[in-house]
């Protein structure tokens, strides 16, 4: 039925765009979306035939505790509009999903504006024939613009006042960044053996930050929730509403709608966006929440956190070496060793280590995602503040001068690709201390 149609056809060539291409989940709604308008021309689409048809969602998919939908399709409205201004800036017709609405809008692409008139020349003007005043004197023809004069000079000095208070502006701006460590100078392109991998040329790297509200879900209700909780919302769902006391059941409702990160992430992120800019990296940044498994078949990846604000981390942790676990008597969480080595501790968890101070331990991981093709860096830590403190050791020269000695293999032998170091970092409450290398591991992909 839509063989003909060049609305149809539109929407194909939409799907197949550079835009589209790492956003499967945003090509199978628009598919969806632009069928039903085509050939059903339905008054309506509602959230739960999207969430059951095209997200997955089981039965009980519930849009008032799940908001999956309307967050898909706000990625997909911002990704419509910068199609048509970009690989569609030539299309007759433009694709819209209306705000309030999931049915499609096909309509003409508006006309461009006339240009406008081009001014008139001064010169012309100036010659325009003058009037004579009672007394013989030429009145010009502009007599009655005298306020013009008075207005112009207001101009400049206000333009003259803008113009200082923005300089001033841009000296204090200066002296702020020139306050910023420059990571520039950290690590030389050279000799790097990790960032050349993560911002290799040509690709997006995405930056995925921790959900913290699932990480607080989780402390609350005393669960560990697994990957599939994340993907479905059922088991978290469940546990809410089972909960007798009413206010505590709205409270946690209320946290687990929130989308919050923390500021420990949002350093590590900081740090990881200028170092990008030394390799020309235009990296995105993703919560935790709405990622997709199927993503990490291709491209390149940094999470931050661990299982607890991260549950992706569970896909590469067969592959990992040292993993979180939490201790069922003292709720507190520890990094289990799997093998252990002469010299190494089966479990490490962090203790005090003086006044307001603490010794904790964080994870960083080089490894394949999963069709091998790409790579995924995971910076994991105990607490916020171990991985922050994991975030500043791998952006630092000393990090990519020890990982290369470390993916040495031996004389003669090819270096590794992959390898999970784990850190000790000495941390206070809410800042980031200095880590150092405790043990290692190269990792063999799986």
Not at 29 to 37: D, F, G, Q
Not at 131 to 138: S, T, V, Y
Request: hydrophobic share 40%; aromatic share 6%.
């Amino acid at each position: 039925m839509l063989a003909g149609d060049e609305r149809w056809a539109m929407v194909q060539r939409i799907v197949s765009s550079a835009l589209f291409a790492k956003a499967p989940q945003l090509r199978d709604i628009l598919i969806y979306l632009a069928r039903r308008a085509l050939e059903d021309t339905p008054a309506a689409i509602s959230e739960l035939e999207l969430g059951r048809n095209v997200l997955g969602r089981r039965a009980d998919f519930n849009p008032n505790e799940d908001n999956i939908v309307r967050v898909q399709v706000r990625h997909l409205r911002k990704k419509l509009e910068d199609y048509f201004d970009t690989e569609g800036r030539d299309e007759p017709v433009i694709l819209t999903i209306p705000k309030g609405s999931y049915v499609p809008s096909f309509t003409p692409r508006p006309e461009p504006l006339p240009a406008p008139p081009a001014a008139t020349d001064a010169a012309a003007i100036d010659a325009s024939p003058r009037a004579l005043a009672p007394d013989g004197r030429a009145v010009s023809g502009r007599s009655g613009n005298r306020w013009i004069r008075p207005a112009a000079g207001a101009l400049v000095l206000l333009c003259l006042a803008l113009s200082a208070i923005a300089l001033r502006f841009w000296k204090e701006a200066a002296e702020l960044r020139a306050q910023v460590p420059v990571i520039e100078d950290r690590i030389p392109l050279s000799d790097d053996v990790l960032w050349s991998r993560i911002f290799a040329s040509g690709q997006t790297p995405t930056i995925v930050v921790a959900d913290s509200c699932l990480a607080l879900l989780q402390d609350i209700l005393g669960v560990d929730a697994p990957l599939r909780d994340l993907v479905g919302n059922s088991a978290t769902a469940k546990t809410i509403d089972a909960i007798q006391d009413k206010k505590l059941q709205s409270a946690l409702r209320v946290i687990a709608t929130r989308q919050y990160t923390s500021l420990g992430d949002l350093n590590v992120v900081a740090n990881l966006l200028r170092l990008s800019e030394r390799y020309d990296a235009r990296p995105r940044i993703r919560y935790a929440r709405y990622l997709d498994t199927r993503e990490f078949k291709s491209g390149n990846f940094i999470l931050i956190g661990s299982r607890r604000g991260v549950p992706w981390v569970q896909l590469f942790e067969p592959q990992l070496n040292f993993y979180v676990e939490q201790d069922v008597k003292t709720h507190s969480f520890r990094f289990l060793n799997r093998s252990p080595q002469p010299g190494e501790q089966r479990s490490y968890g962090s203790t005090a280590s003086g006044k307001n101070q603490e010794e904790s331990y964080a994870d960083i991981a080089i490894l394949p995602n999963l069709s091998g093709n790409g790579y995924v860096l995971i910076i994991s830590g105990i607490t916020m503040e171990a991985t922050e403190a994991a975030g500043e050791m791998v952006a630092s020269r000393e990090f990519s001068s020890a990982l290369a000695k470390l993916l040495r293999a031996g004389p003669g032998k090819t270096p590794a690709r992959y390898a999970e170091v784990l850190l000790q970092a000495k941390t206070m409450p809410g800042t980031a201390g200095v880590s150092r290398i405790i043990c290692h591991r190269l990792v063999r992909p799986q």
